[in-house]
């Protein structure tokens, strides 16, 4: 690796996976934040304390189904949909997700991080349709919407990278718990489904304690330039909400991302990141299952800057280039990262 680029990597956090399957949105499962944040801020061989800071919106404002763009009208016509027999038709849902996350190194091998969520979310929906529909402005009044908001579900995340001399390659494992609000607390408080309970997959929380399991390997290729690769599994062990009738659990991703990163300067650090989400259908009585599976690939651009001494300012622009989705979902135009880490 570069000298300078070198520098830079040592000094910033270590493997920090914040945008690991945040609570995914009903009928949007596969979208959400994917941003690599471990390759956004480098893999750390520094021991000692960091802080970071990290501010991800998602406007997931586009209806698709398959590979395509779709409208209200497909959802119910499209004879495949179950729809036809009382299916939902989703409008908009806009997500804040604001992570605080702890890291500890006690030496060059080993990295420890707390990562706490607090999410905001404002769901709107067209509601259950069984008959040809239009999104027209006299359809407003169908409109129901909910708002929630809290501390979502905190991940412990270990890594290790003491395989090789110059430890590029590294392992990470983890464990996400259920801390934050789940099942049907939270209820529709505007339009015809006011006071009916919201989607349990649109809560903060999913209510099942997760395993992760992932990999990272980044290296030289050119002067200036350092290229990634890493991927994690996340997969529900153990769910709260497994009464018959009344259950509830997430579907398994696989988030894989690949890199490119010019190092000429410690000051500037762009890097373009694609970032590959697979999931599969959520399960129970409260799943919208035949909504919640499919890939998304996003194009991501950014640039890391050194404000003032061990203090970094990063931020990010996401756009999904490929789509094929299980149903129809919504998906963003568009999210947007911005964070800060600061070493001490």
């Known amino acids: 690796m570069h000298c300078s680029g070198r520098s830079l990597i040592r000094l910033l956090v270590p493997a920090m996976l914040l945008c690991i399957d945040p609570a995914p949105a009903s009928a949007c499962a596969t979208c959400g934040c994917t941003l690599s944040a471990d390759a956004v801020l480098g893999y750390s061989v520094v021991s000692g304390w960091r802080l970071t800071v990290e501010d991800d919106y998602i406007n997931q404002d586009q209806l698709r189904g398959g590979t395509a763009t779709a409208s209200p009208s497909q959802v119910v016509n499209e004879p495949s949909n179950p729809a036809l027999g009382g299916g939902e038709i989703e409008k908009q849902t806009i997500n804040r997700y604001v992570t605080a996350g702890l890291s500890y190194s006690p030496n060059s091998t080993w990295n420890f991080n707390l990562l706490v969520p607090y999410i905001v979310r404002d769901h709107t929906t067209y509601g259950v349709q069984s008959t040809p529909y239009s999104a027209s402005e006299s359809a407003s009044e169908q409109i129901s919407?909910?708002?929630?908001?809290?501390?979502?579900?905190?991940?412990?995340?270990?890594?290790?990278?003491?395989?090789?001399?110059?430890?590029?390659?590294?392992?990470?494992?983890?464990?996400?718990?259920?801390?934050?609000?789940?099942?049907?607390?939270?209820?529709?408080?505007?339009?015809?489904?006011?006071?009916?309970?919201?989607?349990?997959?649109?809560?903060?929380?999913?209510?099942?304690?997760?395993?992760?399991?992932?990999?990272?390997?980044?290296?030289?290729?050119?002067?200036?330039?350092?290229?990634?690769?890493?991927?994690?599994?996340?997969?529900?062990?153990?769910?709260?909400?497994?009464?018959?009738g009344n259950d509830f659990r997430p579907g398994n991703s696989t988030t894989t991302s690949l890199g490119l990163r010019y190092e000429a300067s410690p000051q500037l650090l762009p890097q373009v990141q694609l970032n590959i989400l697979r999931k599969s259908a959520d399960q129970g009585a409260l799943a919208d299952s035949p909504d919640t599976a499919g890939t998304v690939v996003y194009l991501s651009p950014g640039l890391t800057v050194r404000a003032v001494q061990k203090v970094y300012l990063f931020g990010f622009v996401q756009l999904p280039v490929y789509s094929k989705l299980d149903g129809f979902q919504l998906i963003p135009h568009w999210t947007v990262t911005a964070g800060a880490n600061y070493a001490f």
Do not use: M
């Open 145 to 244: 919407g909910a708002h929630v908001s809290g501390v979502g579900d905190i991940r412990l995340i270990g890594s290790y990278q003491g395989l090789f001399i110059l430890q590029n390659l590294g392992l990470q494992f983890g464990v996400k718990l259920p801390t934050g609000q789940f099942g049907t607390r939270v209820k529709f408080d505007s339009g015809p489904n006011s006071g009916t309970p919201l989607d349990a997959s649109l809560q903060v929380g999913t209510g099942s304690t997760d395993f992760i399991i992932g990999a990272y390997y980044y290296h030289d290729v050119g002067e200036n330039f350092d290229a990634f690769i890493n991927s994690q599994f996340q997969v529900a062990l153990a769910h709260h909400q497994n009464e018959p």
